[in-house]
């Protein structure tokens, strides 16, 4: 039997990433400090590109042989991962040029990373999954330190390093485990041994398990969250900015890849494994951010109740919960981007904004900027007319459609104890008087892209189906 050439049209994302990697790293080298901005347009410009290459690939394909899948899920999360991105970095510069951190090097990193997220968002076995984890995880350890002279980030990044590392390690192993019982690396041949009835149950239900572990450390849900408050504390704001917002897309991929499609006859498994870390995330995560008088761990605390409706989305069982699901990561790394871009628009030199005290009066210092975390505050609320509200909504829509209305009741329980803590930044925003007045220096980029971010919320809101119809076509 010859060689069959694999057919590499819908992976040309990828392959333009990593080009743009390498020509990025080359100019680079040569580039002064007063000309870096010359990285950040190449990093954009490659982005773009990968973009348009994701959105040109039509229908489902299978290439590779058997390991990377292109298909209307892989696309709309490309898009929306490159998109982000994109956001990402041009919230950033401004920041780490006034930190003097404006180095090729974070770029790289970041497109690393992403170039990892597009191989696991495509992933159709456990090698090519593995190996796109670790590709954006490195990245990511080396973010969070990209700070060398702060030991708080230092340490964030040891921290996220090691457990992320044991994380690793379990799925690892449950791969492998998954291997040994199917004899098979690629997903659906997995899926057609476990259907076909395996009798070592107890070994199938381990190896779930393993998987599930891994997984759940890479959203962050409770109880593999340890790492989520104190790397989004401690890593320098542009850095917690990019973690808290295209990597949930990923892993919201391999969530899928790996429980629904490999495992997906397995499901009275792991169903009520994801409904425990989702009513676990929801509970802990909206009753320690109450305590949190530092916006960056309140928010990271947040991204894990967040997490929690994801999570209940999956534990549903249905395409409906998938596609609220898919909805919700959207909408979330949106509104995550918003809330961290005004916190460094907010940054100054010597000054990092991410005490919540620092948003007194912030309406008296700029209302329009106040008005956009406005905005963002009450979409994470869950108030309608804005997007958040109707991602809650699909979620508990699908989860009281599945038969698991206490998982509903929950989840509304503890949206209104979270409440709380956003309405607190608002209060300081309005009804407080300002400890500074210094104005908000931003350049007319960063201010505009933030006000088309935070406007976003409300117009994916108001105008949710195409969004919601693009979701449902994604998962079927």
């Known amino acids: 039997m010859g060689f069959v050439a694999p057919e590499i049209g819908p992976a040309l994302a990828e392959i333009v990433l990593a080009t743009g990697i390498c020509i990025v790293m080359l100019v680079d080298l040569f580039l002064s400090r007063r000309l870096r901005g010359v990285t950040l347009l190449l990093s954009l410009a490659t982005l773009t590109v990968a973009a348009w290459f994701a959105g040109a690939v039509d229908g489902t394909t299978l290439t590779f042989s058997?390991?990377?899948?292109?298909?209307?899920?892989?696309?709309?999360?490309?898009?929306?991962?490159?998109?982000?991105?994109?956001?990402?970095?041009?919230?950033?510069?401004?920041?780490?040029?006034?930190?003097?951190?404006?180095?090729?090097?974070?770029?790289?990193?970041?497109?690393?990373?992403?170039?990892?997220?597009?191989?696991?968002?495509?992933?159709?076995?456990?090698?090519?999954?593995?190996?796109?984890?670790?590709?954006?995880?490195?990245?990511?350890?080396?973010?969070?330190?990209?700070?060398?002279?702060?030991?708080?980030?230092?340490?964030?990044?040891?921290?996220?390093?090691?457990?992320?590392?044991i994380a690793s390690g379990i799925l690892l192993y449950g791969m492998s485990l998954l291997y040994g019982l199917t004899g098979s690396l690629q997903l659906n041949e997995i899926a057609a041994a476990l259907a076909a009835g395996d009798p070592q149950r107890p070994a199938v239900l381990l190896a779930t398990t393993f998987v599930l572990v891994g997984i759940g450390f890479k959203f962050g849900a409770v109880p593999f969250h340890n790492w989520v408050p104190d790397v989004y504390h401690g890593a320098p704001t542009s850095v917690t900015l990019f973690i808290s917002t295209a990597p949930k897309l990923a892993a919201f991929a391999m969530l899928t890849r790996l429980l629904h499609t490999g495992l997906g006859s397995e499901a009275l498994a792991w169903q009520p494994m994801l409904a425990t870390l989702a009513v676990l995330s929801l509970v802990l995560g909206n009753v320690v951010a109450i305590a949190q008088t530092n916006i960056k761990r309140m928010l990271a605390y947040s991204t894990i109740a967040h997490v929690g409706f994801i999570l209940l989305g999956f534990a549903a069982g249905t395409a409906a919960g998938r596609q609220a699901a898919l909805f919700y990561t959207i909408i979330y790394s949106i509104?995550?981007?918003?809330?961290?871009?005004?916190?460094?628009?907010?940054?100054?030199?010597?000054?990092?904004?991410?005490?919540?005290?620092?948003?007194?009066?912030?309406?008296?210092?700029?209302?329009?900027?106040?008005?956009?975390?406005?905005?963002?505050?009450?979409?994470?609320?869950?108030?309608?007319?804005?997007?958040?509200?109707?991602?809650?909504?699909?979620?508990?829509?699908?989860?009281?459609?599945?038969?698991?209305?206490?998982?509903?009741?929950?989840?509304?329980?503890?949206?209104?104890?979270?409440a709380f803590y956003y309405l607190r930044v608002i209060r300081l925003m309005y009804f407080d008087e300002p400890t500074e007045s210094t104005p908000l220096v931003a350049g007319m980029d960063v201010r505009l892209l933030l006000s088309v971010n935070a406007l976003g919320v409300l117009l994916l809101g108001v105008f949710s189906n195409p969004l919601l119809e693009l979701c449902a076509a994604a998962i079927r």
């Open 66 to 165: 058997g390991s990377y899948i292109a298909d209307p899920l892989a696309k709309i999360l490309k898009m929306f991962t490159l998109l982000i991105v994109g956001v990402v970095f041009v919230y950033s510069d401004g920041y780490l040029r006034e930190r003097g951190l404006l180095k090729g090097e974070y770029y790289l990193l970041g497109l690393f990373a992403t170039l990892g997220m597009l191989v696991m968002i495509s992933a159709h076995s456990l090698i090519t999954m593995y190996l796109g984890l670790e590709l954006m995880s490195l990245a990511l350890y080396a973010m969070v330190a990209f700070d060398r002279d702060s030991p708080v980030a230092a340490e964030s990044a040891m921290k996220y390093f090691v457990l992320g590392a």
């Open 335 to 418: 509104m995550a981007a918003g809330a961290f871009g005004i916190v460094i628009l907010m940054s100054r030199r010597g000054f990092e904004s991410d005490e919540l005290d620092d948003f007194r009066g912030l309406n008296q210092r700029s209302p329009w900027f106040a008005a956009m975390m406005l905005l963002v505050m009450v979409s994470m609320i869950g108030i309608p007319p804005f997007a958040g509200f109707f991602a809650k909504l699909n979620v508990l829509t699908a989860v009281v459609g599945a038969n698991q209305t206490w998982l509903a009741i929950v989840a509304v329980i503890f949206s209104v104890v979270g």
